[in-house]
């Protein structure tokens, strides 16, 4: 039977834009035709019918069009679980397979019998908790991803210290988070690492990045008063104390109060520093 152009237009499973066929009497099968990918795409729906192959001369689409068999195929995230507390990675594997694009190939308490799992069942994403009992997990994610580096681990830990993001990231970590994350971070960083992304907690990112501007210069300048831009300006010039108090009609003391809020501001310890940071973010012109 002749197909028929339909006059609505729906999505397509792979992209934009298509264009649906489907014959007149009900519970048939609609062919996806793709006007981006130019190919085929089937999808049945008589659920009681066995899928199988179509021809090009039963769908009635021109020549030079495929049909992949993969059309509908999805393949899920093959996850492994690391964690000494056995509720808790019954609950994460509860709320995993609660989605159908994750599949849980095993799970292990301890480092060294997930290291052997690990290579014996060759998982896409490891999530690791690094306080394990018998083995830290940096080490063992640098263990697992120098026998399969395509692997991507995960960190999922209690942990927000630097030190431990630091030492993940510096063995090779796809994401950190931390447990006290919502599950909606969780399945963000699964599909950022499984497009070779990298991802790090919400909480953890926001501290990074206070931390980065506390310690950058221009973003300390901006919090100078002027006066105290003025008594920096003429300290880059070498002036001493008591010709800055001079020229600025201030005392001494009140000079040397500005001086040190200053430094404070700027993170600086010495007059040489407080200088050379100066220099260096051009917070004065001279």
Do not use: W
Request: charged content about 25%.
């Amino acid at each position: 039977m002749p197909f028929k152009r339909s006059p609505k237009l729906s999505y397509s499973p792979t992209r934009a834009r298509a264009k649906i066929y489907t014959r007149k009497r009900p519970g048939c099968q609609r062919i996806f035709i793709d006007d981006l990918l130019g190919c085929l795409v089937e999808k049945t729906l008589i659920p009681e019918t066995p899928p199988r192959d179509r021809t090009l001369a039963e769908t009635g689409a021109p020549r030079g069009v495929c049909l992949p068999r993969f059309a509908f195929a999805m393949r899920k995230l093959r996850v492994f679980l690391v964690d000494d507390h056995t509720i808790f990675v019954d609950s994460l594997q509860v709320l995993l397979e609660t989605r159908a694009e994750y599949e849980v190939v095993g799970k292990a308490g301890d480092c060294t019998s997930a290291i052997e799992a690990v290579k014996s069942c060759r998982p896409d994403v490891v999530l690791m908790d690094l306080s394990m009992p018998d083995m830290s997990g940096i080490e063992a994610t640098r263990q697992i991803l120098a026998a399969l580096p395509r692997t991507r681990v995960v960190a999922l830990t209690m942990h927000k210290e630097e030190a431990f993001v630091a030492g993940f990231f510096q063995a090779g970590g796809a994401a950190y988070l931390v447990k006290d994350t919502d599950a909606k971070c969780l399945f963000v960083a699964l599909t950022a690492v499984s497009r070779g992304e990298r991802y790090l907690s919400p909480a953890l990112a926001e501290r990074q990045l206070s931390e980065y501007l506390e310690s950058n210069p221009e973003r300390r300048s901006q919090r100078l008063s002027a006066r105290e831009l003025e008594v920096l300006r003429l300290i880059v010039e070498g002036r001493g104390r008591k010709e800055i108090s001079a020229l600025l009609n201030i005392s001494v003391r009140t000079l040397d109060t500005h001086r040190t809020n200053i430094m404070m501001k700027l993170g600086c310890r010495s007059t040489a520093e407080l200088v050379h940071q100066a220099l260096r973010a051009n917070l004065v012109k001279i």
